[in-house]
């Protein structure tokens, strides 16, 4: 394991071809400031380029993922202020991470810190994990995707309720209403999302990166452009040495060894 | 009426050798539940959750009864509980966050119910993991005979407990599920004399303090995240506390001591 240097917020585990980056501020419950967020959205940006790099895990460690912004920070600033600091750009690497990317969580994921795990692919709940949005207690709504993917995950009645109650929902709740893949033992959480990052990272990167990006097309666009795009994806995996390998090695009953090319 | 005023200790908690002992004390009302109850036995109760010199909690009463439930007087006295809204606010907000805490902290809970649990006092009575009673010692359901439906956690405890034919006649008739039916439904451990139930209560709770706690706190986490769910869902969630358990110190002194035991 190399843990990388240059990061003061985040601890990043690499060991190929997974990688864990842990958010690192237990004091203040892993609260997202602007310096976490910089160093966050770095490293996934490393890792988005790193090739021997095949999944990732997002977590806050045993005790909380995230319990939200950074409250002192917000408190006194404007809305041109706010404006300025582009919500939507600065979480794109994040949003935008073209590999697997699954977010283990124990304890409060809160505001921000539970928008962080919607933006995840897969979300692995120890059985502590509370996930909520109270934004509204302080005035405010969430301000990072949490109005748009928390209904666009489990429809319009109980997202209603996250955000206008405030009132955190537990893991098995969450995993009723489809949030959360699975609840696990909280001292697990975190090992058993990097053996599905590892179980992930054998797959065929060029395919599971595809699969990724059309899933996410599903949450934009409209069926007939969602099939279409499915459709040139699907073509284009025929074009790769993955796509040979796997079928050939399909036939001959070996285990396809893929190389992203 | 001084001694209305005078600091009065509703609720009595002590720790000694990892058994941490909460008894409802208000002997001379039968330790019925009043509002400064509630706050002292909700306090006892976080402590014993948080404290790690406590392994084991048992929950008594002291006099005759375990206890007679919510303090009626006080509540048409109108201390606390004004309004229907104020009832349920008490459920939802003081009784509920005690009773969970019972039913989920992660070490074992005993009620040693030293006579009868009416009320809200058989709540806390059944929401404890085992329970040690004697032969003056029931459960009553009394709701129903002052007009309310059950609550304190009962309409979900006690089906899983007994069946919902004896959970339904106990909520209809308002009459006690006297200490030898309970025994055999399985709900009181077991019955012993009064006079014997203190030792044999300490006795438990010592040799549970002396258990290995995480692989306590492991069934206790499986048991209730089973009620939760599907059998295929209890079995994964089984397999990855026990892998945990399995890379414990627990559980290579426990082999340890196990193949020791058996050269000897």
Redesign the interface.
Known sequence: MIAAMGYEHILLELEPPIATLTLNRPKVLNALSPELIRELTTALAELDADENVRAVVLTGGPKVFAAGADIGDMADRGAVDQLRRDQTGRWAPLAGFSKPLIAAVNGYALGGGCEVALMCDLILAG?TARFGQPEINLGIIPGAGGTQRWPRSIGKYVAMEVMLTGAPVTA?RAYELGVVN????A??TVG?AQRMARQIAEKPPLAARMAKEAVLKAFDSPLTEGLASERKSFYFLFATEDQKEGMHAFLEKRKGVFKGR | MATEVEPHTHIEFHTHDGVGLIRFNRPEKMNAIGALTRRQLGDAIKQAERDDAVRVVVLTGSGRAFSSGADVTEMVQGAGMRTPEDVGNVLRNEYMPMLVRLRTMPKPVIAAMNGPAVGIGASFALACDIRIGTPESYLLEAFVNIGLAPDGGVSWLLPRLVGTGVAYEMFFSGKPLLAADAHRLGVINRIVPLERLEEEVRELANHLASQPRNAMA?AK?AVN?AL??TFE?AL??ES??Q??QAASAEFAEGVQKFLARRKG
Request: hydrophobic fraction near 35%; avoid cysteine.
């Open positions: 059985e098995q699975k609840v696990v033992p001292e697990m058993l | 492991g986490r995240h939760e769910s869902q994964e969630f990855y506390l892998e945990a």
